[in-house]
């Protein structure tokens, strides 16, 4: 029974850290979101390849691409580790003045040819989410804006242009809607395969001091993330920016 359980978390936590991977926001959540202006500035269409390491063991790539069709957002994200594992992740969302508003979005996850799904639907109107994972169904309610992994990330980025990061934000997961603060942690200048990039480093706060999450961000690339490190259980995961498409 240990020999089971053991191998069970290990599976855990390599899915947490494959999708980690994929998108920043997997990592955190955000949320409150700011006052709409009229002068806003919106982060812009863009595709990136990464290429990652989980335990200094696994070794993948991932892809990210943002495009914008009339007034509706899609944002989708890609990892894979040849052979053993994957993860994609998609959202749909509306940007007005400052305010991202997701409406649909989703995560699937493979290990060996198994895998699940997570589907989130976001109704601004009604202030509710629909959650619907391993063929159950739940409803929550958002006494503030919530986010799916993506649009998050998309409002931390719109935050940072507009000079609103709050550090103070929500993300729907699967049965609850969760509260996940962050921090900046000052300005530097990193290089990976991608090149020279001065960054905004941003970091979650964990409440287990023994997990650390931290995202160095590009100014320069409407805050992309270059650079995305997590120690989380022990096992480390990495992840650089490789290029520019």
């Known amino acids: 029974m240990t020999v089971y359980n053991d191998k069970k978390h290990r599976k855990s936590t390599f899915l947490t850290a494959l999708t980690s991977s994929a998108s920043i926001a997997a990592i ?39 495009v914008k069709s009339g007034n509706t957002w899609k944002y989708d994200v890609n990892a894979r580790v040849a052979g053993v594992a994957s ?48 063929g159950k169904s739940t409803t929550m309610s958002m006494s503030q804006q919530a986010f799916d992994d993506l649009s998050l990330e998309v409002q931390i980025r719109q935050d940072l242009l507009n000079g609103k990061f709050s550090g103070n934000y929500y993300m729907a997961k699967h049965d609850k809607i969760e509260k996940t603060p962050f921090k900046k942690s000052g300005n530097t200048k990193i290089t990976v395969p991608a090149g020279t990039f001065d960054t905004v480093r941003v970091d979650r706060i964990h409440e287990d001091n023994s997990r650390s999450t931290s995202f160095w961000l590009a100014p320069s690339l409407d805050y992309l993330p270059v650079k995305v490190s997590q120690i989380n259980d022990g096992k480390k995961m990495d992840l650089e920016l490789s290029k520019v498409n």
């Open 28 to 66: 955190g959540a955000l949320g409150m979101t700011a006052p709409t202006i009229a002068s806003a500035k919106d982060i812009q269409p863009s595709s990136a390849s990464y290429t990652f390491t989980v335990e200094d063991k696994y070794k993948g790539t991932a892809t990210r691409s943002l």
């Open 87 to 134: 993860a994609n992740q998609h959202s749909t969302f509306v940007i007005k003045g400052n305010n991202v508003s997701p409406t649909q979005a989703s995560t699937t996850y493979k290990l060996l040819g198994l895998g699940r799904t997570h589907k989130l639907d976001f109704n601004s109107s009604s202030k509710k989410v629909v959650s619907n994972y391993r």
